[in-house]
């Protein structure tokens, strides 16, 4: 009877596997892509032609013209360097902060772990975005100080995450252990306790940055991020929402690509945690 349960769970195994790399893959040729963004685009993406302004999708412009002329599909593509590697660096700053004032907390005891949560709990009290919009709007918009306004009310959850598995290892027999033969705190931290924690922190972050990347299109969208003529998808829908009825392929295209981006991400963090579910490794 043992068997099909076996045989079963390796099944669910490979599918799993294939579902991570196949969702790794596509996540990757999105960064790459990103990267390379200026060598991909078919035009120049802030040259304007008023005589072909609004032109709707052809062979020759796949994804239509915005209202200068410019290419929409090259402006798209140009757009994908900002909104992505914004997101990536929002994302790995508030993973490597939060996570660092989460093991404080829990490592260094009762008097700063008060005084740090505190501090978490009252960003935390405030709904996020709106949150952010102030922050943004008092640091006067662009792309930089929209990552400055998001990364200071998104850094609470992964501090709230390190510290509960922190404490949880803290009080482990094996770390126990480890003092008893004489281990620094530095070596305790960083050969003990950070790779076990780094698996919820790890799907916390992947799966944060679909969310990111929309509350970074919102900020643009509504005027606290990217500033004109610079090309990100969220300024990009915000200038032309006004065409949406008109001229519909002009506001579409950035919106599908927050669509395809989010969606990618999105899925690479779900297949990330089963992958990691204990549940899944037996």
């Known amino acids: 009877m043992r068997e099909p349960t076996v045989r079963t769970q390796n099944i669910q195994k490979n599918n799993l596997k294939r579902r991570l790399y196949f969702f790794s893959f596509l996540a990757i040729t999105l960064i790459i892509c990103s990267l390379f963004s200026e060598y991909l685009c078919p035009y120049d993406p802030y040259l304007q032609d008023l005589s072909i302004a609004k032109a709707p999708p052809s062979a020759e412009h796949l994804l239509g ?125 960083f050969k003990h306790i950070l790779p076990n924690i780094s698996g919820p922190i790890l799907v916390t972050a992947v799966l944060d940055i679909g969310t990111m990347m929309m509350e970074l299109a919102g900020l643009s969208f509504l005027g606290l991020g990217a500033k004109p003529p610079v090309a990100e998808w969220g300024s990009m829908m915000s200038d032309t929402r006004n065409l949406l009825t008109t001229h519909p392929w002009v506001t579409m295209a950035p919106g599908i690509a927050i669509f395809i981006s989010v969606m990618v991400f999105n899925l690479l963090g779900d297949s990330v945690r089963d992958w990691l579910d204990p549940r899944n490794s037996r």
């Not at 640091?139 to 501090?159: D, E």
Request: hydrophobic share 55%; glycine share 8%; aromatic share 8%.
């Open 65 to 189: 013209t915005d209202r200068y002329g410019r290419d929409m599909l090259s402006r798209v593509i140009i757009g994908s360097q900002t909104s992505i590697f914004s997101t990536l660096l929002l994302v790995s700053f508030i993973t490597i902060f939060g996570t660092v004032i989460g093991v404080i907390c829990a490592w260094n005891g009762k008097t700063v772990d008060n005084i740090l949560m505190r501090i978490s709990d009252m960003f935390l009290a405030f709904p996020g975005l709106v949150f952010a919009l102030a922050v943004a709007a008092v640091l006067g918009g662009g792309v930089q100080n929209a990552v400055i306004a998001l990364a200071v009310i998104s850094w609470p959850k992964f501090a709230r995450v390190a510290r509960s598995q922190t404490l949880v290892q803290k009080e482990s027999v094996y770390l126990r252990a480890a003092k008893l033969a004489g281990s620094s705190t530095k070596k305790l931290i």
